[in-house]
């Protein structure tokens, strides 16, 4: 039985239900687990420990590779099985106790979790869960459809409990590089020079002994949610495809372009399949997440090669895609999550970097994470990773949200992820600002004429003008900068004269 | 004549005054100047051209490696002759017109200036004016006290002036490691693993044909400003002090620490100080600026290697150092700025980064550069590249400005350069605040508990609680948030009830 997925005989006799496997857990345990994006994530031992969370007072840390998929940040919550979670969420349930203040949670970049818990920023990992494909004959293992932390995971946490997951095709080995740059004062260089550079093994090491029991699941992934491009979408798509035209027209970029980063989100999705109609060729991607539209961009040969750390597409491009998955294992590598989004490989690649912006504000600070500035929605994820390192750091976002009450060009963001340091060009369906080489006076310009809703440019312009009056190399008036939340609270729209 | 210093003969013909090396500049042009942290600058042609700009309309735009010393960002600023000025600068004239609106300044991530260039992402350099210590025969030439952005300044420029400075010792020769990792799309790893490894030539080329004009000068660096320690710094450095030799008993450091980094004002140069005092031994640093305190700790065999982009220090150390400069000579390296800054290098080395903000919040978000969110001190400079990428991100400040008129802990801090990621520790006067692990809410009890003024502590601590009711991730009040400065302007101080 499982002769092709445990290929190391003793791990046999280790195999148990996820409810035993719950059983293993302490209250205040720090538990890591698989999963990013929603792709390879812990599918029966989490759930489990949820239901046994509903009846014993058990509180554990969690932390991932980014969100989990099957509502189980949501169960876990509900349960009150949180106390504090890391680095990234997606889950409504999970996100509305964080605003409470129920479950803690650390936002953090994506990048960076394995090298604070190497550093010891943080406490010892007790259990780690992680979803597996096949377990090699030295106790090694094949990941599924993402790699996030798993591979520091499992060389720091004391026990290991692994999902053995039949319902993944086993022609996923081999797509997976998994790279370590090692540990403090001994860390190496990651010798990737090309998006396609494969430079470590294609499994995970555990050491067997620390293995303690293997859950068998029959489970897919939670198919991601891939909204329609509308005309907004499109339009961003447009302006984008556009601008990088003209920037191949100059010769600043060739037809390749440069190594492509895309964002979650369903603009940044609409974005890429803009390149498709580009006059582009031969693009590549070095990014996160592997999203329905880069699988249509290696279909229609307009892309070559493409390395994220997880595939997170929709069920019709799941079924697709795992049905034929031999044709494009030459065209795809998933990575660690801390060599994926690597400041080192970001910068020395050059990647063109396009993200989701909660709001910009006119002189190109960006909010991904806050509503208003103090609600978390998900996390900054790869975002920063991306941002500061990137060749051209690109934010898309609607003009403005919910009709048009809510402005998402402000003056002022009500949280900052991104310094305007690292914002270059923003992108809404009314148009492209390209701040390069732009102060900051010049960059409040031109996004207030390019990128603003109509009905707020007004009011925007306005509030540069008296602020430039005060004076400043970033002229505000601090006691208003703000005040646009406070009409969106009291009037329902950041509108000044409600109609 | 200069037969030690000008090895290229025919450049010998091209040596003239700097009055007439400021003819060859031509309003609206793109300038480019050696000079970082006043280290290493133009000491006479930029000089001369504020000169000539005093009665003819001359415009240009200047960049640097950091910020000039002599006045010259002054002396320009006041003939009107700057346009736009980056990536850094600490002039008090200039600040003053860039706060006007009357000079444009982009403040600029000190690593990223020739990506940035390389990049096409700026206008093109027309002429670069570099200082130097010896021109070899092959056209190349050795910097002298930095070595900043000028390597690339040199490759991109059309035209290179060179300031060929007799007041540097030709001990020089050998302390500069020039490196540079190429362009797109063929950039490669910067080979650095350890502080002390040289990984290029000690010179920096420069085609012959784009030399334009040779000037002589006898002239040395600005010395730095140091202030002496006073109860303040001197507590600083102490707890600084206390929780790295916590570390060590912890086993988390060895006695050598990881490669400092410490960045510029009076506080950072206080804390290296401390590090005297502590039971440390052989530490390294890999930084920007080499201070006195870095001299210091080498002579007391404290510090076996620093690695910089300049050497900036106070009169009484120049003449010390360079008396003897040879027993220097292998205990340190001048860098670019492009490599001392590298987000790359940085990370793989694992920085213990100190840098010092100009007022933080009780969330741990830090504004290095703008007082009361409009007006610009001096620029982000290398902070933010060594916040990001460290093993360990310090921020320290005194708890207060102008008496106590201003708490330099806040609600909300009135501009972000570093977000809440890469702020792992905060020290005042008053204390430590260790962030590591934290969450938002926990991370503001520790700093308003730890760090703040004890006149500001309870009013912080109302105003979180206040917000807490209200709820979120990152509990905020937006329409009292900036309500400090609001009271600062109109009465002089953030305090609520002015005695
Ligand atoms: C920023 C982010 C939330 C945008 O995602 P998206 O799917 O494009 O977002 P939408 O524009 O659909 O907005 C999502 C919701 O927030 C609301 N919203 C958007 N902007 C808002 C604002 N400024 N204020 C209040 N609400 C806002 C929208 O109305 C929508 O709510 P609804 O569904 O109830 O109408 C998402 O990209 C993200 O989490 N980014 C950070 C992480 C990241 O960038 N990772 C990149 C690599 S993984
Ligand atoms: C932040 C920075 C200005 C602090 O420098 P410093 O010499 O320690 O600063 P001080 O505490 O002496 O403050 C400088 C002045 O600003 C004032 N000030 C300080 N905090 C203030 C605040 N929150 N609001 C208003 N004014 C403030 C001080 O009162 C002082 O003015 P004064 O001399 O008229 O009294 C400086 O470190 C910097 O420019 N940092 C950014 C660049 C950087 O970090 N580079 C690192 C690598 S190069």
Redesign the interface.
């Known amino acids: 039985m499982y002769a092709d997925r445990i290929l190391r005989e003793e791990l046999i006799s280790r195999i148990m239900t996820s409810e035993e496997a719950a059983q293993l857990f302490k209250d205040k345990m720090v538990v890591a687990s698989s999963g990013f994006t929603k792709a390879g994530d812990s599918k029966a031992v989490l759930a489990a420990l949820a239901e046994r969370a509903k009846t014993e007072p058990l509180k554990i840390t969690l932390m991932t590779g980014a969100s989990l998929g099957h509502g189980t940040d949501g169960a876990l919550a509900e349960a009150d099985a949180l106390s ?1 979670r890391l680095p990234f969420q997606v889950d409504p349930i999970l996100r509305k106790a ?4 129920e479950v ?6 994506l990048g ?1 979790t394995v ?2 818990l190497k ?5 010892k990992i007790n259990i780690a869960v992680l979803e597996a494909s096949r377990i090699e004959a030295d106790g090694s293992i094949i990941p599924t459809t993402s790699v996030g932390n798993s591979a520091s995971f499992a060389a720091l946490a004391d026990q290991v409990i692994i999902e053995l997951n039949l319902a993944v095709p086993l022609s996923v080995c081999g797509i997976h590089d998994i790279f370590s ?1 090692g540990e ?2 001994n ?3 990651i ?1 990737i ?1 090309s998006v396609d550079d494969r430079v470590g093994r294609n499994s995970i090491y555990i050491n067997p002994k620390k293995i303690v029991g293997v859950v068998i699941t029959n489970k897919t992934d939670s198919p991601a949610e891939i909204a329609a491009p509308d005309a907004s979408t499109s339009a961003i798509a447009r302006h984008l495809v556009r601008f990088f035209s003209a920037e191949v027209e100059q010769g ?1 970029l060739t037809k390749s372009l ?1 190594p492509l980063q895309a964002g979650i989100g369903k603009v940044a999705n609409a974005v890429l399949h803009g390149f498709m109609d580009g006059d582009f060729e031969n693009l590549i991607m070095y990014s996160e997440v592997l999203q329905d539209s880069t699988f249509d961009l290696l279909d229609s040969g307009k892309m070559t090669f493409a390395s994220g750390s997880s595939i997170t597409v929709s069920e019709e491009y799941y079924l697709k895609i795992f049905h034929d998955f031999e044709k494009y294992k030459d065209k795809i590598v998933l990575r660690p999550q801390e060599i994926s989004n ?3 490989v970001i ?4 990647i063109i970097a396009i993200n989701t912006a909660l709001e910009c504000d006119i002189y190109g ?1 960006v909010n991904s ?2 509503v ?5 929605m998900n996390g ?1 994820g790869g975002s ?1 990773d991306f941002a ?2 990137a ?2 750091s690109v934010f898309v976002t609607q003009s403005s949200a919910k009709g048009d009450a809510i402005s998402r060009i402000v003056p002022m963001v ?4 991104h ?1 305007e ?1 690292d914002v ?1 060009v923003i992108v809404t369906e009314q148009g492209l600002a390209d701040l ?4 900051p ?2 960059r409040a310009k031109v996004i207030i004429e390019n990128c603003a809703h109509p009905d707020y440019k007004a009011e925007l312009l306005d509030y540069y003008e008296r ?2 009056v ?7 008036l ?2 208003e ?3 646009w ?2 009409r969106l609270r009291e009037n329902g729209t950041m509108k000044k004269f409600a109609d």
Do not use: W
């Open positions: 504090l964080i605003n409470k203040g803690l949670f650390i936002d953090q970049h960076e090298t604070l550093s010891n920023h943080f406490p740059a403090y004062p860390r190496c260089e010798p020079v600043n440069l690597a400041g080192e910068r020395r690649l050059g600070n994470t806050h208003a500035g103090t609600n978390m900054i920063g500061r390192n060749y051209l009500s949280h900052v992820d310094t340091h270059d390069r080489g732009l102060a006076r010049q602020a430039c005060r004076g400043g190399q970033t002229p505000h601090l006691e900068a703000f005040s939340y406070g």
